[in-house]
Nanobody, 116 residues
């Protein structure tokens, strides 16, 4: 099994910044991509950002230009730098790992609250 440990969530004022981190461990066979998704109360889970092992990134429209995803292949970690945060960014953020052999794994989520 693969374990994902997320960190970095919390309360921040509008316009502020936060950095989320995700560390993967366990039976990682063929890691393809890591990413972040979020789910706000009453809404469906949505894409925030993903990054492949080769460095190709994909962002949700609502975060383009404000969030940046990076990864360290050697350490199996992914980070999400979130700038210019808005109240509508408030959600539980989940880390996801895509393994071509072992399948997908999800973290337990970390809460990000943007409020004054």
């Amino acid at each position: 099994q693969v374990q994902l440990v997320e960190s970095g969530g919390g309360l921040v004022q509008p316009g502020g910044s936060l950095r989320l981190s995700c560390a993967a461990s366990g039976n990682i066979i063929s890691l393809y991509a890591m990413g972040w998704y979020r789910q706000a109360p009453g809404k469906q889970r949505e894409l925030v950002a993903t990054i492949t092992r080769g460095g190709t990134t994909n962002y949700g429209d609502s975060v383009k230009g404000r969030f940046t995803i990076t990864r360290d292949n050697a350490k199996n970690t992914a980070s999400l730098q979130m700038n210019s945060l808005k109240p509508e960014d408030t959600a539980v953020y989940y880390c996801k790992l895509e393994d071509l052999v072992a399948g997908d794994a999800w973290g337990q989520g970390t809460l990000v609250t943007v409020s004054s």
